[in-house]
């Protein structure tokens, strides 16, 4: 079972990333697939949640409105589009997936059973 994130790197407040999330090892249409990310200095936090039943996706408010996401079951690929970013978006990024977390731990680390490595995102001028 592997999840690798991919895609990170430095861009300038305004800009836009695309993060890329690729699955093994297991039936990744059956699992809800997360990001989360990681400051420096502070601690992992929830960034969305695409469902695996209903394909539905629930946002951090921190980048609801700015931040998109997409899912390709045949390929076992999940991505995330960064737009507008903002310093504080500077993180590394993290995609982790989880056997249908009840909709109340979404956001819950422990919800997800397979992570990836990190990608570093960036943001500075």
């Known amino acids: 079972v592997q999840l690798q994130a991919c895609g990170g790197g430095s861009v300038q407040p305004g800009g836009s990333l695309r993060l890329s999330c690729a699955a093994s090892g297991f039936t990744s249409n059956q699992y809800t697939i997360a990001w989360f990310r990681q400051a420096p200095g502070k601690e992992r936090e929830w960034v969305s949640s695409?469902?695996?039943?209903?394909?539905?996706?629930y946002w951090a408010d921190s980048v609801k409105g700015r931040f998109a996401d997409s899912r390709d079951n045949a390929k076992k690929m999940a991505y995330l589009q960064m737009n507008s970013l903002q310093p504080e978006d500077t993180a590394v990024y993290y995609c982790a997936a989880g056997l249908r977390p009840i909709l109340s731990a979404l956001h819950l680390m422990g919800s997800y059973s397979y992570w990836g490595h990190g990608t570093l995102v960036t943001v500075s001028s």
């Open positions: 695409r469902r695996s039943g209903d394909g539905r996706t």
